[in-house]
């Protein structure tokens, strides 16, 4: 019997599988599709929320804490496999924003490096951006993480663990529960993998299913509001390097990468599990990257996706023990911010079912508060 049973391999299922393995602990890690392939692939990777100062102090603990563990998590992928996630501190220039005073103020409450820039200073950092940008934001400690690649990078640390043994291909498809002492608890899961059934027992069962979090839930009697959240991005590809740093106007941002690939993110639709892209909303999304960076006019569309985020009220995630069972547990509903959120997540989890001391308050983000 494992230790831990991990449903669901995105970033937040694979983090928390290399955190409690790293312990010592045993795992399985039970993975519907291949691991790896939904919103945490699908995402932008910028490793900040979009807007900062717009969220709650919760999501402020998380994010900084992650935000100082992020590059020795990456020094450490890049020694154990030898892939690169490539995490690019560009820096992040917000233009147009109306509440700057706001964010100044959160900056200066937070200890985050922001400044407001001038025009001269914008097209300074990004001379091919569109004429006519005045003001700004600028945050220059900002950066994003190829996530695919972390995603390769994390696969390939879990595969290599002893302690964890990966199963892919195979949905969780219910569990069995029994009474101990007046308190629920799992006893195992039911698993269908191509047509065939299993049950597998573990001491303590973890959900990290992103979007799909409640739905595994809800048959339990646990009421987690978190919601699927449509984004769809573009990738262009231009030769060159066209910008050098991150830009976000309008809820809207290009991601420059390594290879001077460009992303634009990203929509916001609330239209339940549906995954495809539409002909308007690439449309929408190209006018949006042109209205930016003119140059991307002319450079083809190379690629066009949508992911589901993990919708949450305000964006503060669900992490923490399921009170009313004694060995469940969720971290689920890192919203538009789980690729920034992932390291502090699960670390702050894994110190919960470890018995080891938080980093943060885990208080904000009890699972109890959405019953
Ligand atoms: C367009 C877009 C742009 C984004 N940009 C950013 C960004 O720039 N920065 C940032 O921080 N965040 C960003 N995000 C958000 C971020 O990607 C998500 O919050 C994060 O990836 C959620 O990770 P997760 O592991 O919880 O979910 P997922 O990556 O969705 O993983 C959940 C996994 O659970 C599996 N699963 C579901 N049900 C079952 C079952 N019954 N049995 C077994 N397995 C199951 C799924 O197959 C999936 O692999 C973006 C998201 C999108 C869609």
């Known amino acids: 019997m494992t230790d831990f049973l991990i449903v669901g391999s995105g970033v937040i299922g694979l983090l928390m599988a290399r955190e409690l393995a790293s312990a010592g602990a045993t795992v399985t890690l039970v993975e519907r599709g291949a691991c790896g392939q939904e919103a945490s692939w699908a995402g932008g990777g910028i490793v900040s929320p979009l807007y900062p100062w717009r969220y709650t102090d ?15 998590i990456v020094r450490s992928l890049i ?42 200073a914008i097209y300074q950092r990004a001379p091919d951006l569109a004429l006519g940008f005045k003001q700004g934001l600028w945050m220059p400690n900002i950066a994003n993480v ?18 964890v043994n990966l199963i892919e291909h195979a949905q969780v498809k219910g569990f069995e529960i029994a009474q101990r002492a007046g308190k629920s608890f ?16 573990a001491g303590e069962f973890v959900i990290t ?16 509001a978190v919601e699927p959240v449509k984004g769809q991005m573009l ?20 991601i420059p990468r390594r290879d001077n690939h460009i992303l634009l993110g990203s929509t916001l639709e609330y239209s339940g599990f549906d995954k495809s892209t ?34 949450s009220p305000d964006g503060v995630p669900y992490i923490g023990r399921i009170e009313s069972y004694e060995n469940l547990s969720v971290n689920a509903g890192q919203f538009r911010n789980g690729l920034v959120l992932a390291p502090a997540s699960a670390r702050l989890l894994a ?7 938080t980093a943060i308050d885990p208080g904000p983000y009890k699972p109890e508060r959405s019953a």
């Open 146 to 163: 190829r996530n695919p690649q972390l995603l390769k990078a994390l696969i390939e640390s879990v595969r290599k663990s002893a302690n």
């Open 186 to 201: 799992v006893q195992r899961a039911t698993i269908d993998s191509k047509g065939q059934t299993a049950e597998l027992q």
């Open 278 to 311: 539409s002909e308007d909303a690439l449309h929408s999304l190209r006018q949006s990257a042109i209205a930016m960076l003119p140059l991307l006019e002319e450079y083809p569309v190379v690629k066009h996706w949508a992911g589901l985020r993990p919708g």
């Open 351 to 357: 110190d919960i079912l470890l018995k080891r001391e």
């Open 79 to 120: 020694d154990e496999t030898g892939i690169d996630p490539e995490l690019e501190q560009t820096g992040l220039l917000m233009l147009e924003a109306d509440d700057a005073p706001q964010a100044l103020s959160w900056a200066r409450q937070y200890d985050s490096v922001m400044e407001s820039v001038d025009g001269k």
């Open 235 to 254: 990738l262009f590809k231009p030769p060159r390097r066209l910008l050098q740093t991150m830009v976000l106007t309008k809820g809207r941002y290009l």
């Open 209 to 224: 299913a992103g979007a799909w979090s409640k739905k595994i839930l809800q048959p339990l009697g646990v009421n987690l």
């Open 58 to 72: 919760a999501v402020t603990a998380l994010a900084s804490e992650a935000q100082r563990c992020y590059p020795q």
